[in-house]
């Protein structure tokens, strides 16, 4: 058969047959048709890019409200380039179909520009969508975990959990979207191009098909090695920036006192020469002021200076207070000296070495407790109140659940468990909680009413109070106003005082030891500072004099790792001096409060 | 053009022209669902673009370059919404006088042989054999495709003979 009979078959078949249309149903159909064309095109075009700019407000709104590093606002110039990118494509590459009217050759030809052109984007969705998000964020994280980790250890440890997470979250994107190159668009591309090769003019070269050569991707390792890279240089240039950093802070010292000016000068300089943020110093003489000076900033950068009746954070000092309060119910007769853990917590689940430690051997840290809780209570936050109170029961019966860290009575272990056990068998016996008790037994007899637990409240901009300083790899870092050790362990650190309230507090103590106390007896006081196995009292430690000095001193220091206190009282001197500081150097803050100590208690 | 304008010019053609749509449709589907899927698209197609439609090709070649070009960027999965409850084209059977029933069963017989030879070819040939079946000059076929009436014989002669092997039971090699 020759193919012009196809024709006569084909046409006398057409002839013989009728199309219709149903003409409403079709109207109907463009109009809904329309109406989803218009949804894909605004869901496309429109919120695409709003989710973008939205995320751009909602970044800037994040980061000038929440105290969060600079590296944060990385993220802003990706999300414009990102959505620049996006708004520049779909100017310069509508995704509209191509008009069907158009020969078939020409609109071949376009659908394969728009092939390629996708194929193009997602090929490279890494360079221009990923890699813009991937080093801001990795900048973000690393200079988070810079301020977050105290040794390098700490820091790979954090950082590479982060970084491994955004490396695969992101790897996966890619992945997906190599995946769908490889399935959907390439197969859609090489029909394309057949369909162009077979409509191509064999007669002449001209109107030959130009095939544009498709773009190969890049290598995998290439590209993750230049955000490595990236990454590497913004965190170098965070340590540095961090480290070479030089406050301008030039505000004189505050001071006030008969001997405030040189006391001014000594902090200024021991200040100056340990680094610390801020630095001052307390010396009280037979209950009046001799000597108060401050010299630093509230918040390292702020430009604020701290003052001379700021509060500050007592850490381990917290330890004397709470034996004060103890010793106050016992010569109240709500408890005795040789109260036992296990008469107050008659649970059967306390071991039976702990069931016969007595008050005191808590108080001065022979009851061989450990000397911290485990990592899960200190990640708990509850707030002080009957909740805290509960939570430090539970804690308390867990510790003592084991058997001690060493032989009761036998053996001295600095211990913040031992003063929290102490603190729950005060609470147990009275019903009432921890730091109501030391507000009833130890501020109020004393009028210590600038004193409180927890950090010093102090807003982000107003700075009423100083802010505590971690030392960590990226430099000194403020910490927030309510960073803290878990309240839990209150009675063992978490005290805050002005100088004064501090001095007021010590001096209460020296002239208790003097016989002439006023919250205690003499034989109460007496026994407070006593050392057990010749080193630890309840609360205080005793300096003997000998060659470095002529007087007997009791002293105490603490540091939450964000602050430092150190508190000593001479009773031959009928002095007491305090030093504070919102700087998280122990090491420097110590050997400069031992420095002023020194200069002014000879 | 006014939207009424533009809807009486639309049911104006498809009165000529709706075969037209149902054969390539029918060229490009292997199922009757997918056909009526593929036409339906075709028409969709057409209305949206009949606005743009700018009287330098006859109608004829205006419905075919809109019929083939939608059927050659049609893939069944990516249309899942489409109106089922009744078909949009409808094809009646009629009988002209003249022609007897044996000759009928004849046409309809090599008619569906070619469909299925058309459905074995590849796209671009599968066009040019419609578009020569239709009985479409050379100048039209150019016009539709896009290239030269020199290249429009070149590629034709070459889709016919592989036709002709396929409606003669011979596979079809490139």
Redesign the interface.
Known sequence: ?E?D???????????????????E??????Q???R?FRAIIFRRDVIEVSVGVLMLFYWMYKGATSSLPWTWYLTVPALIWVIGFILVDRKRHPKT????????????QE?LIQVEHQIWLLRNVFWWYLMPFTVSLLAFFGHVTLLASKDWLEALSGGGRLFVFLLTLYYFIDYINQRAVRKQLEPRRQELL??LK??R????SE?AIKITENVKSSRILRRWLIVAVSSFVIFVVIVLAGRSTKSSYDVPPRSSGVAGDSLARLITEQRKEKKLVGLAAMVMVDGQVDAVAADGERMQGSGIPIEISDRWHLGGITKSITATMIARLIESGRMQWSDTVGSLFPEDSVHEDWKTVTIKQLLTDTAGAPANFPKDVWLQRPALGPECTQARRKAVLNVIADQPASPPGKKHMYSNVGYTIAGAMAEKVTGVTWEDLVKREVFEPLKLTESGFGPPRSGDKTLEQPRGHRNVLAGKVAADDAADNTHIMGPSGIIHMTLRDLCTYASEHLRGELGDGKLLSTETFKLLHTPELDRYACGWLKQEPGVERRFSRYWHNGSNTMWYALVVFIPEKKMVIAVTSNDGDSVQAEAAAWEIVKARAK | MKDEDQ?SLF?NW?DDH??S???VARAYTVTSEECQDLA?EI???????VS??KHQ?SPAT?FY??A???A??WHRKNKP?R?RQ???????????DG?DSA??A???E??EQ?YKAINQL????A?LVLL????LSYREMA??????E??VG??LNRA?KA??DL??GEPHGT
């Open positions: 058969m193919p009979k196809f024709q006569q078959a084909w046409q006398a078949q057409t002839s013989q047959t009728r199309v219709t249309v149903d003409a149903l079709l109207l109907r159909e463009v809904r048709n329309q989803d179909p191509g008009e069907p009217g158009e020969p078939l050759l020409k609109s071949v659908s057949a369909l077979s409509l003019d064999e007669t002449t109107g | 809807k049911m498809l709706a075969a749509v149902m054969k339906q028409l969709l197609q057409a209305w949206r673009s743009n439609f090709a205006w370059r809109v083939l070009h939608t050659m960027n919404h109106l009744q078909p949009l084209l409808e094809v009646q059977a009629i009988s002209p022609i000759q009928q004849q046409h309809l090599t008619v070619l590849p796209k671009a040939d066009a020569y079946l239709d009985e016009e539709v495709l896009g290239i030269s020199s290249n070149v590629k016919k036709l002709g409606m003669n």
